[in-house]
């Protein structure tokens, strides 16, 4: 915990008022939900520990590597006995216009939310704010914040607090709204009064299963990361499964079909966080020119997103594999693309080579 725990005791009535500046402050600081939750998270515990059990968490080792710590909010920060858990809508044009770039094979789809400023830093920066407005009012406080960056089973804390339901895409959606946002939250020591959970409202609807490109939707609720778009592309620092390749379509960089054509999702609204508007032309790019960036261009035209994160050999290697699947499916395309994979592939690694190489066959 950040702060020294100093807390004066409070009255039931000192805390509902509490929680409702706390709800208001929030959503002044451009948070479009706030909720309260207790630690209690048993249930998602013993799911979370068959997704590991069956290794759905591929290579992304920093998944099991904390033991309890993720599961029991106390054990991660000590003296944690609330947590006030945020949402941040992302969403950031027409959804229409998504949805046609994953048919224009000379484009890239890129996943929604990272085409802005990258998010970690938006989302921190503001829960910092919301816990320097707590201490104002009740003084020093034990607290700590955190969005994606830190073992905290962020879903599940999410669902709890009222924030929307773990859909069977198992992102966090709610009625209203739809799932294009980001989760936050903030760990205190306070005994705030919590939030009732959300209901499920999927009800037989399975849409996110069955256009998922990859079935990585391998039952309701449980995602297999191995065969998920956005492990693949982003996460994963080995070569692209052969047999998945095709299936990436002209995603280079995550994937959000499960999440564009959810119901729930008809009733999204744009983002009007400007942070989180494309930069540059990330919103419609063109594959050859993005596979034309060198090193030095790839990262200055990612600065300040999340996409710089994955560096520039992945880069390439998901692109190469967006350009094999434009050549296999618009053969008459192909002479521009064949010449810039055989000009890259002189001074690409050995894994981008293997990619520009499998490219090239889909041509044939
Ligand atoms: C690891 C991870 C991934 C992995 C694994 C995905 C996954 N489903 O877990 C990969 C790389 C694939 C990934 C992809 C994406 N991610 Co991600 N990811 C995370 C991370 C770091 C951990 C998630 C986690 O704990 N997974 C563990 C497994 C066990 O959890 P789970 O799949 O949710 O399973 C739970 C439920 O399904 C449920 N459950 C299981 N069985 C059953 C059965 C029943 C009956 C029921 C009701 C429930 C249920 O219990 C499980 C345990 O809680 C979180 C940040 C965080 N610290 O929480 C972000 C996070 C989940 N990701 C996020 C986003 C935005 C994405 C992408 C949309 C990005 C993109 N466009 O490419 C995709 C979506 C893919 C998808 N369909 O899930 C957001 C989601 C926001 C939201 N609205 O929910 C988060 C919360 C980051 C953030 N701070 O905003 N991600
Ligand atoms: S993000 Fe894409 S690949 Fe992953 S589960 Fe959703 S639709 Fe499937
Ligand atoms: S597509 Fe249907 S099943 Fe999937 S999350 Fe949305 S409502 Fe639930």
Not at 187 to 214: F, I, K
Request: charged letters at 25%.
């Amino acid at each position: 915990m950040k702060q020294e725990n100093n807390i004066k005791t409070f009255s039931r009535s000192e805390l509902c008022d509490l929680v409702n500046k706390i709800k208001q402050w929030g959503k002044e600081l451009g948070f479009q939900a706030v909720g309260i939750t207790d630690t209690d998270l048993s249930i998602a515990e013993q799911r979370f520990n068959s997704w590991i059990k069956h290794k759905m968490h591929g290579d992304m080792s920093y998944m099991s590597r904390h033991g309890t710590k993720r599961t029991r909010p106390a054990e991660l920060e000590n003296g944690t006995i609330s947590i006030i858990s945020v949402r941040m809508d992302y969403f950031p044009e027409d959804p229409e216009h998504s949805i046609s770039l994953l048919t224009q094979n000379n484009k890239a789809y890129i996943a929604r939310y990272s085409l802005g400023r990258d998010y970690h830093k938006v989302v921190k920066k503001r829960l910092q704010k919301l816990a320097k407005q707590l201490e104002q009012e009740i003084g020093s406080f034990g607290y700590r914040v955190f969005t994606d960056s830190a073992p905290v089973l962020e879903k599940p804390l999410a669902e709890k607090a009222g924030l929307g339901w773990i859909g069977k895409h198992s992102n966090v959606l709610q009625k209203k709204t739809g799932s294009w946002f980001f989760l936050g939250e903030l760990y205190t020591n306070l005994p705030l009064p919590t939030d009732e959970p959300a209901v499920n409202h999927c009800g037989s609807c399975t849409q996110c299963m069955t256009v998922c490109p990859t079935q990585a939707i391998v039952k309701p609720y449980i995602v297999d990361s191995r065969l998920c778009i956005s492990y693949l592309t982003i996460e994963s620092k080995d070569a692209i499964p052969e047999r998945l390749r095709p299936l990436l379509g002209n995603r280079i960089y995550g994937c959000d079909d499960c999440q564009l054509f959810c119901p729930w999702n008809r009733f999204s609204q744009q983002t009007i966080e400007s942070d989180y508007f494309a930069r540059g032309d990330l919103a419609s790019p063109e594959l050859l020119n993005l596979f034309s960036w060198t090193e030095n261009e790839f990262l200055k035209h990612t600065e300040g997103t999340a996409i710089r994160r994955i560096g520039h050999e992945a880069w390439l290697r998901n692109i190469a594999v967006a350009l094999g699947n434009s050549l296999s499916t618009h053969p008459s395309d192909s002479n521009e693309i064949i010449r810039a994979l055989k000009e890259k592939r002189a001074d690409s690694s050995p894994l981008v080579q293997e990619h520009i190489n499998w490219a090239l066959l889909q041509g044939r």
